[in-house]
Structure formats: structure tokens, C-alpha cells
């Protein structure tokens, strides 16, 4: 198993990244590896030239669609490294919802305050369809109203689902994050600026995340859909 993660120079990001692939990858029982599309190394491509005895699973550790696993992760398949199995991202899914209740309730928060779930935003509609999943899924284990909000591309502005919010309760916002980095550091600052009670942790290296990834991996072995090498 190979995790592709997107990568950060915050030392704590890629630890996060780490901690996930080798906890699935010991729930397997499989070789496992990590690696990262930019700004972490080793890099995606990287990894990817080395030789495997079967086809590689690749498993994104990415929480909804956009560019990375539209495009990015399968040319880089295509062209250097096939032929491999790529599994699909892991969100949205009941077990980081799950994740986000914990860290909720980590922080302080009171199952029927607002919440405000925060991801740093796609150009593309499938990633805020994926978002706008997630927070559905959170909003059935959470008694308090969920809002979904985003810091770049498509979605609302975490500004104003903060402000919209703050007429029902103290607001918490919760990064729709797997670990610290660029956009968790955004989120923290802007929710605080727009007047959020408290920011939560990232979902980080947790055993129901290690557990979505083996699910994920066993998902794409049995379907075995495959990208052939470029040619």
C-alpha cells in the first residue's frame, strides 16, 4: 500500500500522514508506504519508481474529490509509475464524523451549540459535494445546527458561517483537516477573527482514520481497478 497525502512544510503534517499509513498499513498486514503530491518528501512520483512485486494500492488520504484526485494522482500513475490500483478518497464517510464528534467534544463543545466544519476548498463542484456529505453526516450525530464552510475555491466563507452561527450559541469551528499545516493555521486565525468561541483540533492519527484507510485499501484490491502505465 502506498498513501498519497498532499503535503505540507509544517513539521507536523507529514507525522500525521506517517502515523495513519503505518497503523493501516500493520491493521493489513501489508508493506506500506507514504508519500506526498508536493512540499513533503518523499514525493508521490518518487515512490512510485520503485518495483513492486504485484500493482501498488494507492490510497489517497485526502477527505473529498478535487484537481489532486481527479488529475494529479492519476497522470502521475499514468506517467511514471504504473500500472497501480487507486482507491477513492477518504471522505465523506461516517467515520470521520465520527473523528470530528470526539474532537468536538475534546474541545469543550456542547452537542446542541453551532458548529461550523471548515475545509480549505476545491475549484471543483465534486469536492464541495463531498463537503457539503460531510456535514451532513455530522449534523446526524451532532444536535446542534452544522454548517459547512471553505477558505479557498467554492463555498461558503467561513466568515460568514461564523457570524450566521453566533445567534445560536457559542461557535465552534472544526477543520475539516487530517493534520496541522497552512489551512489549519488559516482556519484557526480567521475563525477567531470573525469572532468563533473555539477551534478545534485537527482529526489527526486516529485509529477509526488507520481503520477508513484499510477499508479503502481492501475496497480497491477486490474491485481491482487498475491505471496501466502511460503507453
Request: glycine fraction near 12%; aromatic fraction near 4%.
Amino acid at each position: 500500500m502506498i498513501t498519497v497525502a498532499h503535503g505540507t512544510r509544517r513539521r507536523g503534517g507529514p507525522l500525521v500522514a506517517m502515523g495513519l499509513t503505518a497503523r493501516a498499513g500493520r491493521r493489513l498486514g501489508v508493506p506500506a508506504a507514504t508519500s506526498f503530491i508536493e512540499l513533503s518528501r518523499p514525493f508521490f512520483d518518487q515512490v512510485l519508481r520503485q518495483e513492486f512485486a504485484a500493482p501498488p494500492v494507492i490510497v489517497p488520504l485526502l477527505l473529498s474529490g478535487g484537481v489532486h484526485l481527479g488529475n494529479d494522482i492519476p497522470e502521475t500513475i499514468r506517467t511514471v509509475g504504473g500500472p497501480a490500483i487507486l482507491a477513492p478518497a477518504l471522505g465523506p464517510h461516517p467515520l470521520l464524523a465520527e473523528v470530528l464528534v470526539r474532537r468536538l467534544l475534546g474541545s469543550g463543545a456542547k452537542p446542541d451549540e453551532p458548529v461550523v466544519l471548515a475545509a480549505a476548498g476545491s475549484s471543483q463542484p465534486a469536492g464541495l459535494a463531498d463537503l457539503e456529505t460531510a456535514g451532513r453526516l455530522l449534523q446526524g450525530r451532532w444536535s446542534g445546527r452544522v454548517r459547512i464552510a471553505t477558505v479557498t475555491g467554492l463555498g461558503p466563507s467561513l466568515a460568514g458561517q461564523v457570524e450566521a452561527a453566533r445567534s445560536e450559541g457559542r461557535v465552534t469551528v472544526a477543520p475539516y483537516l487530517l493534520a496541522p499545516g497552512f489551512f489549519a493555521e488559516r482556519i484557526t486565525h480567521l475563525a477567531f477573527h470573525c469572532g468563533a468561541d473555539r477551534v478545534t483540533d485537527v482529526l489527526g492519527v486516529e485509529q477509526l482514520i488507520a481503520e477508513l484507510i484499510a477499508r479503502r485499501y481492501r475496497w480497491a484490491l477486490n474491485t481491482q481497478q487498475q491505471l496501466p502505465a502511460a503507453g
